[in-house]
């Protein structure tokens, strides 16, 4: 399985980006997907995640202005990213957790820079 991030990019403050991510390979199902960011000397936090079924969580630094969704038939999730701050400035990676039978294995993407700059 194989996750493929795309949408960075460079973006002034109060700007907007969508970043998407794809899955290929054998996939019969993906439990949750989700993003995580890493800014530069700090450690990687959870930005947010849906599930299969829709229900999405954010972390409290987001809430109000991202918002994540998801195309099952795709296996594709997407994190629009509004109103964004200095602070957002981060190499974003995505997840899909994966069942294999016994147990979910996460994959990850290679992350994307978003970088939020005037």
């Known amino acids: 399985v194989q996750l493929q991030a795309s949408g960075g990019g460079l973006v002034q403050p109060g700007g907007f980006l969508r970043l998407s991510c794809a899955a290929s390979?054998?996939?019969?199902?993906?439990?949750?997907m989700g993003w995580y960011r890493q800014a530069p000397g700090k450690q990687r936090e959870l930005v947010a995640q849906?599930?299969?079924?829709?229900?999405?969580n954010y972390a409290d630094s987001v809430k109000g202005r991202f918002a994540i969704s998801r195309d099952n038939a795709k296996n594709t999730v997407y994190l629009q990213m509004n109103g964004l701050k200095p602070e957002d400035t981060a190499v974003y990676y995505c997840?899909?957790?994966?069942?294999?039978?016994?147990?979910?294995?996460?994959?990850w993407g290679q992350g994307t820079l978003v970088t939020v700059s005037s």
């Open positions: 997840y899909a957790d994966i069942p294999t039978g016994i147990w979910t294995a996460r994959s």
């Open positions: 390979g054998s996939i019969l199902s993906i439990n949750d």
């Open positions: 849906v599930t299969n079924g829709g229900s999405a």
